[in-house]
């Protein structure tokens, strides 16, 4: 029976859109909804890291440390826009880890996961070296080592353009609300949260990449209502303005064997968390409790000279990681691996499950989805997306400042600060975002913290932005900087100037 696309994928977090993009680009029709904005939970709720996950050699999930490990280097040079490379610095706790399992831990991280750009771990004296000022006097030996930061937002809506150049279907506010099985295939009906307007669309495949919803989904969209597979994880993280003058970032031990970071964030900011526990609330309503707070503040105060008081905080953000539930005991124990599940009987419409997974392997999680969707429907073209670039990303890592004096020279009317802060969101794509821009005036009205008029119709004609939020959290973190009043006006504004 023929259908209207091979593939129908449910969510447009980081591995739906991922997934997308894959498939597509060999040759599969594909259509996708997400009942929110893109990136909207937990995909937008991390630490922003893509690393190997230092923390899990001690579980003995090497298999999961050195595939993280290997998609360092090839995310960055997918998306030096979006993705560049930090350096941590880890204080010797004299009370927790030895120094020698410290350095045996970081010995292995330099070298099971191919590193070739990203230096290598160094010891540190912490008394005589810059990164050691912050720190109490008790903190005297450290280790530095690499992993890289990224837009985790930003990464997934530009694996969605990707996939929608690419001839994908992506419907955002839109909400699967009926999925069956009839005649070997699947016949699926949207509602469109906006209009209300239902569509019913026929697929050959079905995913649920649904993240903490795919238990939901499997409840109420599918009628699997016993589905019980995930573990819901809360990790909630603090803003501070900025601890440090350096461009290095932290990671501490504390004494419940858990670590947190310590981050620079948009340039005048400290980013500090994350916590980890077990998530019981309203999935749709996630935010950080005054425990989780007051826990981070403390954990850092354990290490600065100056202390992290829960005044300080100007900024918190939630997310919460849809773990399999592998029975682990302790919530920071359970496992950050993914798993893939086809459900059904032979013969049945397939229906592939997301579970778990870190953005830090959304590639390759894609790539395995795609070995179980050719076993399902047949191969079409080959594994593409390790030697690609993300819309943005055609250009060489190292060319970045002379990327940033390009756009400054090109376009004398913008401030070099947002020069870098173009470059930095949209690589290559700033000549789409500045077409037919000649003057300061023809930018239109600043929304506040340099959220010119022509950003924001960028973000809606070619990033599905519909809402201020969308904007200032999502596509942009300028909302920190901004007053509620802005951001009231900003929505105000959309909604007089869109339909």
């Not at 837009?151 to 506010?173: F, I, P």
Request: charged share 25%; proline share 3%; glycine share 8%.
């Amino acid at each position: 029976m023929s259908t209207d696309f091979d593939i129908f994928i449910i969510g447009g977090g980081i591995n739906g859109c991922g997934i997308a993009r894959d498939a597509v680009g060999r040759g599969y029709s594909v259509a996708l909804c997400e009942m929110n904005d893109l990136a909207s939970g937990t995909s937008s709720g991390s630490t922003k890291l893509i690393h190997g996950g230092l923390r899990y050699l001690e579980h003995y999930e090497f298999r999961l440390v050195r595939e993280a490990l290997s998609e360092r280097e090839i995310l960055w040079k997918m998306a030096p826009h979006i993705i560049w490379p930090l350096r941590f610095v880890l204080p010797h706790h004299s009370g927790l880890r030895p120094a020698w399992l410290l350095r045996l831990g970081l010995f292995l991280y330099d070298h099971i996961g191919g590193r070739k750009k990203l230096p290598a771990t160094k010891t540190l004296d912490l008394q005589k070296v810059s990164v050691g000022e912050p720190l109490k006097s008790q903190f005297v030996k450290g280790f530095e080592y690499s992993d890289c930061w990224v837009n985790d937002a930003r990464l997934v809506v530009l694996n969605a353009q990707d996939a929608s150049v690419r001839g994908a279907r992506l419907e955002t506010r839109t909400k699967c609300i009926e999925a069956r099985r009839e005649d070997g295939v699947w016949h699926i009906k949207t509602l469109n949260l906006k209009t209300q307007e239902v569509t019913s669309t026929t697929a050959k495949l079905l995913i649920n990449a649904s993240g903490p919803w795919v238990d939901d989904v499997l409840g109420t969209s599918v009628g699997d209502n016993d589905a019980k597979n995930v573990r819901l994880v809360q990790g909630s993280h603090v803003v501070v303005p900025r601890m440090f003058e350096h461009d290095r970032c932290y990671i501490f031990q504390n004494e419940d064997n858990r670590i947190i970071f310590a981050i620079p964030y948009e340039q005048n900011y400290t980013l500090i968390g994350t916590t980890d526990q077990d998530f019981k609330g309203d999935i749709n309503d996630i935010k950080i409790s005054e425990e989780e707070t007051v826990y981070l503040c403390d954990a850092a105060s354990e290490y600065f000279k100056k202390p992290v008081k829960v005044e300080d905080v100007v900024w918190t953000y939630s997310g919460v990681r849809p773990l399999y539930d592998d029975g682990a005991s302790k919530a920071q124990e359970a496992t950050r691996d993914y798993v893939l599940r086809q459900d059904g009987s032979s013969g049945d419409a397939p229906l592939l499950n997301v579970f778990g997974g870190k953005i830090t392997t959304y590639r390759r999680l894609a790539e395995s989805m795609l070995e179980k969707i050719e076993a399902c429907l047949g191969k079409k073209g080959k594994a593409w997306t390790e030697h690609s670039t993300l819309p943005g990303g055609e250009f060489a890592a190292e060319q970045f400042d002379q990327m940033v004096n390009d756009v400054t020279l090109k376009h004398a009317f913008i401030s070099e600060d947002l020069a870098w802060r173009y470059v930095r969101s949209y690589g290559t794509k700033v000549d789409t975002l500045l077409d037919g821009v000649t003057s300061q005036e023809m930018m239109g009205r600043d929304f506040g913290a340099g959220l010119y008029e022509c950003e924001v119709r960028y973000l809606i004609k070619h990033e599905w932005a519909m809402t201020a939020d969308d904007i200032v959290w999502r596509r942009s973190k300028l909302g920190i900087r901004m007053s509620k009043e802005q951001i009231t006006g900003l929505d105000q504004w959309i909604a007089e100037n869109t339909q």
